[in-house]
Nanobody, 121 residues
Framework: QVQLVESGGGLVQPGGSLRLSCAAS????????MGWYRQAPGKQRELVAG???????NYADSVKGRFTISRDNAKNTVYLQMNSLKPEDTAVYYC???????????????WGQGTLVTVSS
Protein backbone atom coordinates (compact mmCIF):
# COMPACT_ATOMS: atom_id res chain seq x y z
CA GLN A 1 0.00 0.00 0.00
CA VAL A 2 1.36 3.39 -1.02
CA GLN A 3 0.72 6.24 1.37
CA LEU A 4 1.83 9.69 2.47
CA VAL A 5 2.52 10.35 6.14
CA GLU A 6 2.86 13.90 7.40
CA SER A 7 4.47 15.26 10.53
CA GLY A 8 5.55 18.56 12.05
CA GLY A 9 2.37 20.48 12.76
CA GLY A 10 1.58 22.14 16.06
CA LEU A 11 1.02 25.39 17.92
CA VAL A 12 3.36 28.31 17.27
CA GLN A 13 3.31 31.99 18.14
CA PRO A 14 3.01 34.65 15.44
CA GLY A 15 6.40 35.25 13.86
CA GLY A 16 7.54 31.74 14.66
CA SER A 17 8.57 28.86 12.41
CA LEU A 18 7.55 25.29 11.75
CA ARG A 19 8.78 22.61 9.39
CA LEU A 20 6.38 20.09 7.91
CA SER A 21 7.51 16.77 6.47
CA CYS A 22 5.69 14.29 4.26
CA ALA A 23 7.14 10.88 3.47
CA ALA A 24 5.85 8.53 0.81
CA SER A 25 6.13 4.81 1.40
CA UNK A 26 5.20 1.61 -0.40
CA UNK A 27 5.85 0.18 -3.85
CA UNK A 28 6.94 3.41 -5.54
CA UNK A 29 8.59 3.59 -8.93
CA UNK A 30 8.62 7.35 -9.27
CA UNK A 31 7.14 10.45 -7.63
CA UNK A 32 6.29 13.31 -9.95
CA UNK A 33 5.04 16.64 -8.62
CA MET A 34 4.54 17.07 -4.88
CA GLY A 35 2.81 19.84 -3.03
CA TRP A 36 1.30 21.25 0.10
CA TYR A 37 -2.29 22.42 0.40
CA ARG A 38 -4.14 23.87 3.34
CA GLN A 39 -7.71 24.24 4.46
CA ALA A 40 -8.78 26.75 7.08
CA PRO A 41 -12.13 26.41 8.91
CA GLY A 42 -14.97 27.42 6.63
CA LYS A 43 -12.71 27.83 3.60
CA GLN A 44 -11.85 25.79 0.55
CA ARG A 45 -8.63 23.84 0.28
CA GLU A 46 -5.94 25.91 -1.44
CA LEU A 47 -2.52 25.25 -2.91
CA VAL A 48 0.28 26.57 -0.72
CA ALA A 49 3.35 25.40 -2.63
CA GLY A 50 4.33 22.86 -5.26
CA UNK A 51 7.55 21.30 -6.50
CA UNK A 52 8.24 19.24 -9.61
CA UNK A 53 10.47 16.19 -9.79
CA UNK A 54 13.14 18.47 -11.24
CA UNK A 55 12.93 20.93 -8.37
CA UNK A 56 10.93 23.78 -9.93
CA UNK A 57 8.73 25.45 -7.35
CA ASN A 58 5.65 27.64 -7.20
CA TYR A 59 3.96 29.38 -4.27
CA ALA A 60 0.71 31.03 -3.35
CA ASP A 61 1.12 34.79 -3.23
CA SER A 62 0.19 34.78 0.45
CA VAL A 63 3.24 32.71 1.43
CA LYS A 64 5.90 33.92 -1.01
CA GLY A 65 9.05 34.95 0.81
CA ARG A 66 7.98 33.17 4.01
CA PHE A 67 7.54 29.50 3.06
CA THR A 68 10.00 27.23 1.26
CA ILE A 69 9.16 23.88 -0.27
CA SER A 70 11.89 21.29 -0.90
CA ARG A 71 12.17 17.58 -1.53
CA ASP A 72 14.59 14.73 -0.98
CA ASN A 73 14.02 12.28 -3.81
CA ALA A 74 16.21 9.62 -2.17
CA LYS A 75 13.90 9.65 0.83
CA ASN A 76 10.65 10.19 -1.11
CA THR A 77 10.01 13.13 1.18
CA VAL A 78 8.79 16.68 0.71
CA TYR A 79 9.23 19.48 3.23
CA LEU A 80 7.60 22.81 3.90
CA GLN A 81 9.63 25.30 5.91
CA MET A 82 7.30 27.96 7.26
CA ASN A 83 8.78 31.17 8.67
CA SER A 84 7.24 34.42 9.90
CA LEU A 85 3.99 32.61 10.55
CA LYS A 86 0.79 34.63 10.85
CA PRO A 87 -2.54 33.79 12.48
CA GLU A 88 -4.07 33.55 9.00
CA ASP A 89 -1.74 30.62 8.27
CA THR A 90 -3.75 28.56 10.74
CA ALA A 91 -5.15 25.56 8.88
CA VAL A 92 -4.90 21.83 8.33
CA TYR A 93 -2.02 21.25 5.93
CA TYR A 94 -2.19 18.38 3.46
CA CYS A 95 0.58 16.80 1.43
CA UNK A 96 -0.15 15.78 -2.16
CA UNK A 97 1.87 13.72 -4.63
CA UNK A 98 1.59 12.15 -8.06
CA UNK A 99 2.99 8.65 -7.72
CA UNK A 100 3.77 5.91 -10.22
CA UNK A 101 3.71 2.56 -8.44
CA UNK A 102 5.49 -0.67 -9.27
CA UNK A 103 3.63 -3.97 -9.18
CA UNK A 104 0.95 -3.37 -10.29
CA UNK A 105 1.90 -0.35 -12.38
CA UNK A 106 -0.50 2.47 -11.57
CA UNK A 107 -0.53 6.25 -11.58
CA UNK A 108 -2.03 7.56 -8.36
CA UNK A 109 -2.73 10.93 -6.82
CA UNK A 110 -2.18 10.61 -3.08
CA TRP A 111 -3.11 12.79 -0.14
CA GLY A 112 -1.74 12.77 3.37
CA GLN A 113 -3.94 12.63 6.43
CA GLY A 114 -3.42 16.30 7.25
CA THR A 115 -1.55 18.02 10.05
CA LEU A 116 -2.90 20.97 12.03
CA VAL A 117 -0.92 24.18 12.21
CA THR A 118 -2.17 26.75 14.70
CA VAL A 119 -0.61 30.21 14.86
CA SER A 120 -1.71 31.99 17.99
CA SER A 121 -0.34 33.91 20.94
Amino acid sequence: QVQLVESGGGLVQPGGSLRLSCAASGSIFRINAMGWYRQAPGKQRELVAGITSGGSTNYADSVKGRFTISRDNAKNTVYLQMNSLKPEDTAVYYCNAGVLTTTPIRALELWGQGTLVTVSS
